[in-house]
Structure formats: C-alpha cells, structure tokens
C-alpha cells in the first residue's frame, strides 16, 4: 500500500498572507513557506499565538520567495527550535539577510513602542515576536538550491524549484513526497514583468496548489515599453511644473523595477536629467543584491543602470532630511502603502506644495494612508500633524508582480494533466471563488478544494484530496474584517466627512448625535450585563 500523505494549511487560506503549508509523510514533515500573517488586527494576533505543530519536528522548509507575508515567520520557526535547513534559491538567500534582519528590527522596535504605552498603564511588558538575531539565525539556515535541480529535503521527500517570475528568486515549488508529487505555486508574477522570464513549471502533477491574489482581476496587458511612455509622461509633467515628484514604492523590486526604467528614459534623453534620489536603506540593499545578480536578469541590455549617475542613494537620515529642501528632483521612497518609512516625511513636505507631485506605483489597501490620499482626501495626518493636499496626485496602474486571472488561469492549464485536486489558496475569498468557477468551467471534472486556515487533507496519487482535519474554529472571523478595520477607516475619513457640512451647528449637532448612537449602544450593553449578572 501507498504511504498516505498530509497537506495542512496553515496560512494564506481564504486569505492573502501568513502562507504556511505542512506536508506530512510517514511521521516525515516538512513546511513550503513560513510568513507572517498582515492585515486585520484578528489575522495579526495570528503571529503570537503558538504554532499549529511544534516546529521541532519540522524537518526542513522550502521557501519560495523573500517576501514577509511567504518568509516573516521562519525567524519564529527558529526560535521555537527548528533546525533544519531552509532551502531556496541563492537569491531569495541574498535578500533573506536584509529582509528578515529588517524585520526583526521592526518586531523590536515595535514591542518597545507597544512596551512604552504598558508601562505607563502599569501592564506587564511584552517581548516582541523576534529579534534580529532570530532572524539572522534563521538566515544562516538557509540553504542555496539551483532552479530545476532535485534535492532531498529529508527522508522519503525531494523537492525542485521553477522560476515563478515574480520577484528576484522567487520560485514554484515542487514537492515529490514519494507516492504523490505536488507543486505549489508560491506567487506567480504577470507576463511582460521587467528583469524575470514568465513562469515556468512542470506538468502532469496529482496536486497543484495555486495562489489566487489577483484571481478576481483583468489587468490591461502593458509591454515594458508601453509602461515607459506612461512613466516618461508623468515624470516631464511632474517637473515641468517645477516641485518634486515623490513616488512611494516597494522596496523590493518596484524600487529596482523604476530605477531601470527611469535610467533607460535619461538615457534615452527623454526626461530632464534631473537627480534622483531612493530614499530608502532597504531600498537600498535590496538594490545592491539585485544588481549583484544582475547578469542573471532580463531587460537590463548590458548596461549597469544601478550604477546609473543621476540615481543616488540615500542611506544616511540627515542626507534624508536636506532632500527636503529641495525642488525638481524626484524622491523614491518606502514603504510602498505610506504607513511607515521615509516615504511619511517627504510627503508632509511635498503634499502641501502645489507645484509637487505624487505618484502611486503599487497596490494601496483599503485604510492606508496611500490609499486614503489617492481616494482624494483634502487633509490627511502624518505623525501628529494635519497636513493640506494640495500636490497633484497621479497613478500608474501598470506595475505588478502578480499575474491576473487569465495569466493564473493559463499558468494552471500549463500544469494539466492534473490528476488529483486543484487547491486555491492566497487570495481573498471573492478572489478564490471566481477563480473557482472559471477553472471549473473550463475542466468540470477537475476536483478544486478552496482550503481554510487550519484544514488537512489526505492526499493519494490520482485521486481527489479528503478533508482529513477541519478548519480553526474561528477560521471564518480570520478572514472577515474586524471592527479596528473599519474604525481605522471610519477615524480616517471622519474630520473630513465633518468639514463637509457647511455650517458649525449642523457639524456640532452631527457629533452630538454619534455620541447619542454610541452611548445607546453601550446602555444596551450594560443592561445585558446586569441581566446576565441577574
Ligand atoms: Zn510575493
Ligand atoms: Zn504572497
């Protein structure tokens, strides 16, 4: 008889981040990704809780790409005592340094801010999630594979990588767990996406796990030289009007993804040559691996455009503030959403001034403060102070590292035959389901599971998966969003729905009668208690 086989989701189920598969054979496991959980705060307290499995059994993790929300939680992992080797591609180990470091100066900085407010309240003090020396311990765990190359990854498993044209070194990732082969997608980049070749994968698989991000999504497909027009438009607009272009951006791979193509279009002598400046340390080591693998990279046309001399890099704060004196120069800086960052102060020094101009590049979720400005909010408040907008405020929607619905769905048909299940996963729950009905659609007889946090299922070579464990209890309110969502939105929007109304009577009586629905609420909660006290 066959081994039987585990597949567990642990994260990224029904939801986009804190990807976690277990795969289990035999007592043999192994995790593909180990990421943070990011979003609602009910996802976030994901992150302290205690491991669905105790990571000493782990006996090794593929990874499949550098981002937070796929490797975020390895520091963790380490810390609760796996040992084992973390295997991906030399890039994605290349990043890992920075990127995992980062993230632990983060969890540090941010139990200590957290500590500050419970100290003066006289709670007990908490220890952050990691440090960076966790996260520098689950670095040196890494493990350095070629793309296409079996490797063993413990007893009864071997694995295999493919390029998932994403980000640099991101990857797919096949797993032979000897009586079922599996592969799963890690994110999946578009076609046309600057520096990587399309995805690449095997074919005739008993299971395919495949992410669903933009599942929902049809994106204009823009050829590397379309999105540059775009680019070279609104930089002359944006410097022609004489003040600075700040353009918010991703440190990994947007930041590196602009530089090549405004290095190309001042080449090419179609911008003013006018400096510009990434204004962000991450920013920059990610950059400094990214050119370290630059012969591996396509569209770079033999040039060393990161050495390019109108970019320069800003790694020293002080250098950081003098840009804010500044004017016709353009400023790239992070975090890509505005929600911390350098990014926050060159834009309370530029979204005031007329003659600036913003630019958004990447993906703005619902309640950050980019996507507050680009809905069109007249004052927004950075760090204390309310601050006008008067800046122009302008979009490029063609930059991505996510395949849409028809790339995924065509990367899927690549896969086929499919002899077992499709498994849906990494998406928002819209995402998945439409995704569901056109792959159905397209193969009726095709078995597609959309798994939930915490779900197991038993896995046999040609043959549909069954649920073998269910979800957590509260998989449901996981992916939902929770009240702090909507007040973090509610707070955001509510001085300027207030300087809306025209005149101070109305607006006082406006607040009047929220504070009347707010205590009638809490009346009704009181009265519920005594009763349940009766
Ligand atoms: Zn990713
Ligand atoms: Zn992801």
New binding site residues.
């Given amino acids: 008889m066959a081994n039987h086989v585990n597949l567990t989701f642990h994260g990224a189920a029904k939801t986009v981040t804190g990807s976690c598969m277990e795969i289990e054979s035999e007592g043999t496991r192994i995790l593909v990704d180990c990421g943070l959980f990011q979003g609602s705060r009910s996802l976030e307290t994901l992150n302290y809780g205690a491991f669905t499995f105790e990571p000493d059994t782990i006996e090794a993790v593929v990874l499949t790409?550098a981002?937070i929300?796929?490797c975020g939680l390895l520091p963790k992992l380490v810390a609760h005592g796996f040992e084992g080797p973390i295997f991906c591609t030399d890039q994605t180990s290349d990043l890992l340094e920075y990127m995992l470091a980062d993230a632990g100066r983060i969890q540090e900085f941010e139990a200590q801010r957290r500590n500050q407010r419970r100290d003066r309240a006289g709670e007990v003090t908490i220890a952050p999630l990691y440090t960076e020396q966790d996260a520098l311990t689950a670095w040196r765990q890494t493990r350095p594979v070629p793309l296409e190359e079996w490797f063993e990854t413990s007893t009864g498993f071997r694995a295999r990588l493919w390029n998932a044209g994403?980000?640099l070194g991101?990857a797919s990732a096949e797993v032979d767990a000897g009586s079922v082969r599996l592969l799963c997608s890690g994110?999946l980049g578009p076609q046309n996406k600057a520096f990587h070749a399309d995805p690449e994968g095997p074919s005739g698989l008993d299971y395919v796990i495949c992410e669903s991000t933009y599942g929902s999504r049809t994106r204009v497909r823009l050829s590397i030289a379309q999105r540059r027009d775009l680019l070279d438009e609104e930089i002359n607009k944006a410097i022609s009007r004489g003040g600075n272009l700040v353009i918010p951006a991703f440190a990994l791979e947007r930041t590196q993804e602009l530089l090549l193509d405004i290095a190309y279009l001042a080449d090419a002598n179609r911008i003013p040559n006018v400096p510009v400046f990434v204004d962000s340390p991450l920013a920059n080591r990610a950059t400094r691996v990214v050119a370290r693998h630059s012969s591996e990279l396509e569209d770079l046309e033999g040039k060393d455009i990161f050495r390019h001399p109108a970019i320069h890099y800003v790694d020293d704060a002080s250098v950081s503030m003098r840009i804010n004196s500044m004017s016709g120069v353009i400023i790239i800086a992070a975090s890509g959403m505005c929600e911390a960052g350098r990014i926050r102060h060159h834009l309370a020094h530029n979204l005031h001034r007329r003659d600036s101009t913003i630019l958004f590049v990447g993906f703005q979720a619902q309640g950050s403060l980019g996507r507050v400005i680009l809905e069109g909010a007249k004052q927004v408040r950075i760090s204390g102070t309310d601050v006008n907008v008067r800046a122009d405020i302008r979009r490029i929607d063609s930059y991505s590292?996510h395949a849409d619905q028809a790339e995924l769905l065509d990367w899927i048909k690549e896969r086929k035959p499919i002899s077992g299940s499709l498994f849906l996963t990494h998406g928002e729950p819209g995402a998945i389901s439409a995704m569901t009905e056109l792959a159905s659609d397209d193969d009726p007889a095709l078995s597609i599971i959309a798994p939930a946090i915490g779900e197991s299922y038993l896995l046999q070579s040609g043959a549909p998966a069954k649920l073998a464990g269910t979800a957590r209890a509260d998989a449901a309110e996981l992916i939902g969003r929770d009240w702090q969502n909507d007040y973090a939105e509610f707070a955001v929007r509510l001085k300027g729905q207030l300087s809306r109304i025209s005149d101070a009577g109305s607006r006082q009586k406006a607040i009047a009668d929220m504070r009347k629905v707010l205590e009638r609420y809490a009346e009704v909660q009181d009265t519920r208690q005594t009763r349940a006290r009766d």
């Fill in positions: 790409h981002h929300d796929h994403h980000i991101a994110d590292a």
